[in-house]
């Protein structure tokens, strides 16, 4: 009704204008009235601009498809001739900025709906406020006109009673879509559910094995503004490092999982998931962004998972990730040369698995098969990829061949380029995990166009929130992919305690494996033989007898006065701090 009666007046509109016009102008020009003629076409002209300022609203804001929005407003000014009105995107929400003329902006659109529809209507506004209420997510009252089957109405048919998560900061409720609508239907209202509770975010997920149902989370602050602390193991000791991680915490409150090894439906047995290879895990990111941190909050969790065996390459930074967790690192090497020597007994251990699991008749590698499951990470590839052709192609095949003998890799790079990275090796991903990166070009290359379409940007993003970053991995909807976590913080000190006590629960390579790699596997493995001048987190640091800290502890940041020109305190008995005196002029210092 509304569409046919907007239609009528703009019939009637465009074809009574001309002599409407040639009416106003040339009667009081025939009766000698020049300066009301005048006034009258000023008048005429003013009345037009106001469709102009509404065509030009709809440019800029976007086709309104709700008639109470935008085409309402084109219609009549009152609305429109008040400051401080916003027109947001999706599911159309008028927001005045005076708080007082509230009530004109709604009296206004109520009385221009009415007088082309006919129907009475109240229209409102939502507070001026950040602020989400408890019953506004649990409970609204009234349906919402914006939203299909009265999605907003959370008192109405079709939802069930919600659980809040995280201590309040995340609601839960399960939607179930009526006639013919289904999953779809419900996340395309995600933005109008927003509104309707004023809530940060509004997700939509799958519910499994039913089409018309989805969890809708509403999601009241920002997750990821402050980094979250490490909340400890999610699995028993002992655990299969097949089961999945927990590295982070998701924008929609949902924690960050990442298993090493995939998985699908078993098609002789739905409720069942079979192994079907070990994951590629390529990460990108600028320096800063925070890609250490995913390796650490990694091996956080592995510390004491029982089948898993780790080896890391760290070129880039002579150990200084593998530090902590030096006890699981079973082999680490910090130069080309001796990562070189570990793709090459990898490549090895593949082809002696190979054997293995199929004298044993099985397709994969799979927890309990008698192969430990290897876990090779490599810190800044780009280091020692790019050294020689040699070791780039060594790389490129290690990436192709080691997805069904139960070794998973972990590539780590500022800008996964061709350059850094061949296209073969590339190709090979079946996991991306992007943080911050310098430059949309580097985020293009990380990211899905699905996602970077979803309005991710990685580039924004940079070195502003260390630990940021967009997930794509088979074990994510695709729909999620675009919804960024941010990885746990990690205390260092608690990571090396994890790693000692979870050393009765870790397993050492399997027998097969180390008769494959070889001497260079034999001569530099273990935490009992790091690599020459590593100092590993329980060594003590050395220091010479003319070293001016030696003997001293290091004061606490803390406990530093940094005022120009005044000492800090005395301490007290019992106390360890250094007696430091920040001076004006740098040339006072000896």
Not at 424 to 447: I, N, P, V
Request: charged fraction near 20%; glycine fraction near 10%; aromatic fraction near 6%.
């Amino acid at each position: 009704e509304y569409g046919k009666a907007r239609t009528l007046f703009q019939r009637w509109h465009a074809a009574l204008t001309p002599p409407l016009f040639s009416v106003i102008v040339s009667v009081p020009l025939v009766i000698g009235w020049g300066r009301i003629s005048s006034l009258l076409v000023l008048t005429y002209w003013v009345t037009l601009s106001g469709g102009w300022v509404a065509r030009v609203a709809r440019s800029v804001w976007g086709d309104g498809t709700d008639p109470m929005s935008v085409d309402s407003v084109t219609m009549f000014g009152d609305a429109l001739k008040l400051p401080g009105l916003q027109v947001s995107g999706g599911p159309r929400a008028i927001e005045a900025g005076p708080a007082g003329r509230r009530q004109s902006i709604t009296s206004g659109i109520s009385r221009g709906f009415k007088a082309i529809t006919g129907h009475p209507v109240a229209a409102s506004l939502p507070p001026a406020s950040s602020h989400v209420p408890a019953e506004s997510v649990l409970g609204a009252s009234g349906a919402h006109p914006d939203l299909p089957f009265d999605a907003a109405d959370l008192d109405g048919d079709g939802w069930t009673d919600g659980h809040e998560e995280l201590g309040g900061k995340v609601v839960v409720r399960r939607l179930t879509a009526r006639g013919l609508q289904g999953f779809e239907d419900i996340a395309a209202q995600k933005d109008g559910l927003r509104n309707a509770t004023r809530s940060y975010m509004v997700t939509v997920h799958r519910v499994p094995g039913n089409p018309q149902a989805a969890d809708v989370r509403f999601v009241r602050e920002d997750l990821l503004a402050i980094p979250t602390v490490m909340p400890g193991p999610s699995r028993p000791p002992g655990t299969s490092a097949s089961e999945a991680v927990r590295v982070g915490i998701r924008q929609d409150g949902t924690y960050q999982m990442i298993s090493l090894m995939e998985t699908m439906i078993d098609p002789m047995n739905p409720r069942r998931r079979i192994p079907i290879g070990m994951q590629r895990i390529y990460i990108a990111g600028t320096s800063g962004a925070g890609k250490t941190s995913f390796t650490q909050a990694m091996l956080y969790e592995l510390a004491d998972r029982g089948d898993v065996v780790v080896w890391m390459s760290d070129v880039a930074k002579g150990g200084q990730t593998a530090a902590p967790a030096m006890g699981m690192i079973n082999w680490l090497t910090l130069t080309i040369d001796d990562t070189y020597e570990m793709i090459e007994a990898a490549r090895r251990i593949i082809a002696a698995r190979s054997m293995e699991l199929g004298r044993l008749r099985i397709r994969e590698w799979m927890p309990g098969c008698g192969l430990s499951l290897l876990l090779i990470v490599f810190e800044e590839a780009a280091n020692f990829a790019t050294a020689n052709r040699k070791i780039k192609e060594a790389l490129t095949r290690l990436t192709e061949q080691a997805r069904s003998v139960g070794i998973a890799l972990v590539l780590s790079m500022q800008r996964p380029s061709g350059g850094n990275l061949s296209t073969d090796a590339r190709g090979q991903k079946s996991t991306s995990l992007c943080f911050g990166t310098r430059d949309e070009q580097t985020s293009k290359m990380a990211l899905s166009a699905s996602t970077l379409s979803a309005g991710v940007k990685p580039h924004l993003i940079n070195t502003t929130q260390p630990g940021w970053f967009v997930y794509e991995g088979s074990d994510v909807p695709v729909e999620d992919w675009p919804t960024p976590g941010r990885t746990f913080y990690v205390d260092l000190e608690a990571l090396a305690q994890r790693v000692r006590a979870g050393a009765r629960y870790r397993t050492q390579l399997d027998t097969v494996s180390v008769q494959a790699a070889g001497e260079p596997y034999r001569a530099r493995c273990g935490a009992s033989n790091p690599p020459a001048g590593f100092l590993s987190w329980d060594d003590d640091i050395p220091t010479a007898p003319g070293d001016p800290i030696a003997g001293q502890e290091l004061a606490p940041v803390g406990l530093i006065d940094a005022t120009p020109s005044r000492r800090v305190p005395r301490p007290r008995a019992g106390e360890d701090v250094l007696d430091v005196e920040i001076v004006e002029d740098s040339a006072q210092v000896p």
